[in-house]
């Protein structure tokens, strides 16, 4: 008999990565190639359909296609669409109806972070829970809400936005136009912010004062902090104290089981888990007090992007299944 596969495709602005994952998370074989982020979504989908199908006739002596799943930015679920994302040149574009001129069986798409939500709830840290947070940390904050073993969407298929609720309204400028967003201090690119604006204000010796700002990566940072430099340190306190300040105000709209934090920034581990927590304890409204855990990503490293677009697919069916049962 046959393994069950579910496609999943994950659209980053530099490359988009695919795999073909089984209904325990299994990931049997991935690839990726460039998105060609000045292209447009026709072009990545005409160059993604033979890749996809060289892979796919490797093992479909042993495995049948269920389904596929999308995480791209600023997709839409209730309509199939990505809507002018900030990395890409697309406009409004439906995705769906394009995978569906090459594929007959269900297609689905959501933004990343909710796709990271699905993957870890079907086969990562959130495995068994049924109200959490995801919040991923990459170039910028995304977020996937579940509640109630549900993925929250609000009415218009964008709701769960927490990297654009405000820490400070007179704060830094926000790709999104508005000043002070919450990813422009809680994220890969927010932390080398703070690192420059902590080099500007201090004449602490630093590892970092060499390195210019389109050289940094968090990854230096996370290097000179373990090393014992104080101001890497400060910018992950600093990252920390703010980002555990707006999940107390997250925690108070859904009082998730826990928050799981996941991409390039959340690897730091310790590091930034524990002063967000202790932020976030500070901050929480008292009956939410030593709560809510915070954890970090429970699925692999390398191809977990791809695990989470698969299980948009695989909970699609499993909903199915609980309606007809």
């Not at 393994?3 to 209904?23: H, P, Q, R, S, W």
């Not at 297609?107 to 796709?115: C, F, K, M, R």
């Not at 373990?226 to 990252?239: P, V």
């Amino acid at each position: 008999m046959k393994t069950e596969v579910a496609l999943g495709i994950d659209v980053g602005g530099t490359n988009t990565a695919f795999g073909f994952v089984d209904v325990n998370g299994n990931c049997i074989a991935d690839s990726s190639i460039q998105t060609k982020a000045h292209n447009s979504a026709a072009d990545l989908f005409a160059r993604l359909h033979p890749e996809i199908e060289k892979i796919y006739n490797s093992i479909s002596d042993k495995c049948i296609l269920k389904g596929i799943g999308v995480g791209a930015p600023n997709a839409n679920y209730y309509r199939g669409t990505v809507e002018n994302p900030p990395n890409l040149k697309w406009g409004v574009v439906n995705v769906v109806e394009i995978l569906k001129q090459y594929y007959d069986v269900p297609v689905t798409i959501t933004n990343d972070a909710n796709a990271s939500a699905i993957g870890e709830m079907l086969f990562g840290a959130a495995k068994g829970m049924k109200d959490f947070i995801v919040i991923t940390l990459g170039t910028g904050l995304g977020s996937g809400v579940v509640v109630d073993g549900k993925l929250v969407y609000g009415s218009d298929g964008f709701a769960g936005e927490i990297g654009h609720t405000v820490y400070d309204p007179n704060g830094r400028q926000c790709g999104c136009g508005r000043k002070g967003c919450l990813e422009t201090y809680a994220s890969a690119t927010g932390i080398k912010r703070t690192v420059m604006e902590l080099l500007a204000n201090s004449n602490e010796d630093s590892a970092l004062r060499n390195i210019s700002y389109n050289d940094l990566e968090s990854k230096m940072i996370y290097t000179s902090a373990l090393a014992g430099d104080k101001l890497a340190k400060q910018a992950f306190e600093f990252t920390g104290k703010v980002l555990g300040l707006k999940l107390a105000d997250a925690v108070a709209v859904t009082s998730p089981e826990a928050i799981i934090l996941f991409g390039g920034l959340a690897l730091a581990g310790d590091m930034i888990i524990a002063p967000t927590k202790k932020s976030m304890e500070e901050n929480l409204f008292h009956v939410f007090q030593n709560k809510v855990k915070i954890l970090p990503s429970g699925l692999p490293e390398g191809n977990s992007a791809v695990l989470g677009a698969a299980a948009l697919i695989w909970n699609e069916m499993i909903k199915v299944v609980e309606i007809n049962a």
